[in-house]
């Protein structure tokens, strides 16, 4: 059965740095497609950014020029790298893989900046 176990979330100042890691865990050969989301209590999920199978990366505008997107398959894992954090980025974020046509979802993990 195929998990998706999320880590690197946390508490930052404005301006700092967190990675979040996501690694799919249980029988899987390839990883397709992949991203991280994020959501606000009382709103939709939104796209933060997303890679292909070809390693083909697109952000939101929000976080282009700050986040980055990155995926390790020998260790089917995929990352965020975010800098520059803003207040605004606080949120859930939850990572997201499509493996073998199938979509798979992470628990989510909360990301806080304070001012």
């Known amino acids: 059965q195929v998990q998706l176990v999320e880590s690197g979330g946390g508490l930052v100042q404005a301006g700092g740095s967190l990675r979040l890691s996501c690694e799919a865990t249980?029988?899987?050969?390839?990883?397709?497609?992949a991203g991280w989301y994020r959501q606000a209590p009382g709103e939709p999920r939104e796209l933060v950014a997303r890679?292909?199978?070809?390693?083909?990366?697109n952000y939101a505008d929000a976080v282009k020029g700050r986040f980055t997107i990155s995926r390790d398959n020998g260790r089917k894992t995929v990352y965020l790298q975010m800098n520059s954090l803003k207040p605004e980025d606080t949120n859930v974020y939850y990572c997201?893989?499509?493996?073998?046509?199938?979509?798979?979802w992470g628990q989510g993990t909360q990301v806080s900046v304070s001012s």
């Open positions: 997201r893989m499509i493996i073998g046509g199938r979509d798979y």
């Open positions: 249980g029988t899987i050969f390839s990883i397709n497609a």
């Open positions: 890679i292909t199978s070809g390693d083909t990366t």
